[in-house]
């Protein structure tokens, strides 16, 4: 019983884990490849569009784990884009 509830609860924080990877992904893609000024407002809006589509996710499957995979996209995403792109 005890391992079903940890084998659950690690297969649910997978969607955390993907929403990171994308994060990751984004970010380096806009940092590395894209040499444009004002780019920063790209990655706000993709960010913003990922918490957005996270919310709606989060209304009809796995309401927990992608309201916490907004809440983690928004707080990592917006800090590592304004440190990212202020240096």
């Given at each position: 019983m005890e391992t079903q509830k940890k084998e659950s609860r690690s297969n649910k924080m997978i969607v955390v884990g993907i929403?990171?990877?994308?994060?990751?992904?984004y970010t380096?893609?806009?940092?590395?490849?894209?040499?444009e000024e004002l780019i920063i407002l790209a990655e706000a809006v993709v960010i913003f569009l990922q918490v957005l589509l996270c919310l709606i996710v989060a209304i009809f499957a796995l309401r927990?784990?992608?309201?916490?995979?907004?809440?983690?996209?928004?707080?990592?995403?917006?800090?590592?884009?304004w440190i990212v792109f202020s240096s």
């Open positions: 929403n990171l990877s994308i994060l990751a992904a380096i893609y806009f940092r590395r490849i894209v040499n927990k784990e992608f309201l916490f995979s907004a809440l983690v996209v928004l707080l990592i995403g917006f800090s590592s884009c």
